[in-house]
């Protein structure tokens, strides 16, 4: 495993002036269209594929990068691009992390192509973990997968809510509950294939920011699925089923990982680079206003009232970024994250984001009020990142209980 750099090599300083290029020249100059139109920009997710940014080979490659540093970057640029367009092109890969963390060699390769579809005949994934009355408290959750042995298959049931892609997603990824008396320990996730028959699309989220991703419900009634969807196969749920059995009849506590923890736990750190991204192209928007508006005879950046606020804007995001970096090395390296520092990175860079980007709007007075300028909408999409994939409240949680350890 690599050492921790906070240098770019050569490749990646190449890969992320090419994915800064797509950003500039085709997200940015989409965002607001997109914005308002509230849809999935399939004609954008199609140039990426062209080029090869939203394929399973480039995502591997930087999922895979020894540094830690090529998924990082790579979100921060497409985050800087455009919130909501990025979402589209990298939602895909929460699924993806789904099957990566849980699945088989084997279901990797026959799940994770199809995915993503190729250039001509793009596709998306979802990752459907959450439900109406399971978000935060994921050991809540409902939806049930019951093994029918005589046919070697999972029957689901239940609604899952704000999924990413869902509905529209050619392949999906359920959590559903296998053993209700084991709470969280006992889920375990599923491939749902292509137009498999009982899954369809419920209500499609109206939403405050990232609004080119599309959220939605997925309804699952009586489900069919091959026993070989279940991500890491039957004998291995069997032996980990009994591991958790066994601990809660010890009473020796529930070290068991369960299916969506393992997978949000490998994203942390990437939704912290998202956030790193909005509030880097915030900032940008924001040096740029006051260097060149003029108030009482100079640029406004010549008032310390507002050069203090670009300072602090700045060095926030670099400490983020390098929270980033590090838990995304960590991962790689395969260091515990024995201090919660994947949830650090998520909580710092997605509460900087937030305030960044309100800073900004401040910064452009009345312009940053409108959407005839970019930030009102970075600012809206920051708000999802103190949300999604663990709120910040949850993550001062773990933090709190790694500490308390
Ligand atoms: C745009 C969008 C996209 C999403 N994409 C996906 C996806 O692809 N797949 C998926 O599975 N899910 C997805 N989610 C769901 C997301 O992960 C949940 O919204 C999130 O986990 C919070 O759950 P909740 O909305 O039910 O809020 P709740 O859990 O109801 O929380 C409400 C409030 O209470 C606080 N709270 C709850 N419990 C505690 C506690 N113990 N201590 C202190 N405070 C607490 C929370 O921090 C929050 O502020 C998405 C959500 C959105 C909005």
Known sequence: MGEFTLELNDDQKQVRDWLHGFAADVMRPAAAEWDEREETPWPIIQEAAKLGIYSLDFYAQQFFDPTGLGIPMAMEELFWGDAGIALSIVGTGLAAVGVLANGTEEQIGTWVPQMYGDANDVKVAAFCSSEPDAGSDVASMRTRAVYDEAKDEWVLNGTKTWATNGGIANVHVVVA?????????????????PATPGLSQGQKFQKHGIRASHTAEVVLEDVRIPGSCLLGGKDKLDERLARAREKARSGGGERVKNA????????????????VGTARAAYEVALDYARTRVQFGRPIIENQGVAFQLADMATQIDAARLLVWRASWMATAGKPFTHAEGSMSKLYASEVAKSVTAQAIQILGG??????????????DAAIYTIFEGTSEIQRMVISRALAK
């Open 260 to 275: 969506a923890m393992a997978t949000f736990e490998a994203s942390r750190p990437a939704v912290g680079a998202m956030a």
């Open 177 to 193: 509950v296998v053993d209700p008396e084991l709470g969280s320990k006992g889920h375990a996730s599923f491939i749902v294939p």
């Open 367 to 380: 312009n940053g009020y409108t959407r005839e300028y970019p930030v009102e909408r970075m600012h809206r």
